[in-house]
């Protein structure tokens, strides 16, 4: 079974702070993305992968950022947290085209 | 605006019910996935849907895929309060090439619960 593994299931952070959100997935998988999920919006794309160090930007990329220094490992950024990224954030894998995707457990992240 | 449009959003019945969730565009779409998320967990795939037209079934679960390839549908038979959950639509847009084949975008939701 595919696994996917986001470090933390609660966060809670200050506005201003650096906020580092980890997402390892076990299958080998060449694309992860960062979705973040809000009552009546669904799944919105922050950012993908599609290989090591590559990276394209999805529909709201605005203050995060990725890195994708390993196969197994992508991590989304929030360089200064603000209380609109209180959100819960989801971390998903998927093999190369299209394919289905497998889905972390998620974060919820509280910015006061 | 959503460039998937679910509908609707809410969905409150009783044990033995049969409903249907609809997943609209007015884009051609060249698959559609579904997706079933509980609390507190990610969602997880159901079915995936590639030729227009195309009927799949799963248990008292039936999907179908419009023969334009711009809407699905989700019908569950004889609900049970174990189907309770939020079902997602997931669509990978036609001709999308490059990076961002695989690439999906996602419906609003429907939140169903079904009481015993």
């Known amino acids: 079974d595919v696994k996917v593994t986001q470090s933390s299931r609660y966060l809670v952070k200050r506005t201003g702070e650096k906020v580092f959100l980890e997402c390892v997935q076990d299958m080998d998988h060449e694309n992860m993305f960062w979705y973040r999920q809000d009552p009546g919006l669904g799944l919105r794309l922050i950012y993908f992968?599609?290989?090591?160090?590559?990276?394209e930007k999805g529909d709201i990329p605005e203050g995060y950022s990725v890195s994708r220094e390993k196969k197994e490992r992508f991590s989304l950024i929030l360089e200064s947290a603000s209380t609109n990224q209180t959100s819960m954030y989801l971390c998903?894998?998927?093999?190369?085209?299209?394919?289905?995707?497998?889905f972390g457990n998620g974060t919820r992240l509280t910015v006061t | 605006t959503q460039l998937l449009e679910q509908s609707p959003q809410f969905l409150s019945i009783q044990e033995g019910e049969n409903l249907t969730v609809y997943c609209n565009s007015s884009?051609?779409?060249?698959?559609l996935q579904w997706y079933r998320q509980e609390p507190g967990e990610g969602p997880v795939l159901l079915v995936t849907v590639v030729t227009g037209g195309e009927v799949k079934k799963l248990k008292r679960l039936t999907f179908q895929f419009g023969d334009a390839r711009k809407d699905s549908s989700l019908h569950i038979t004889a609900a049970q309060p174990g189907d309770t959950g939020l079902y997602l639509c997931a669509g990978v847009k036609a001709n999308a090439g490059g990076t961002s084949y695989g690439k999906l975008t996602f419906g609003q939701g429907t939140i169903l619960t079904v009481h015993p």
């Open positions: 884009s051609v779409f060249s698959s």
């Open positions: 992968s599609y290989d090591v160090k590559m990276k």
């Open positions: 998903a894998s998927s093999k190369r085209g299209v394919s289905p995707l497998h």
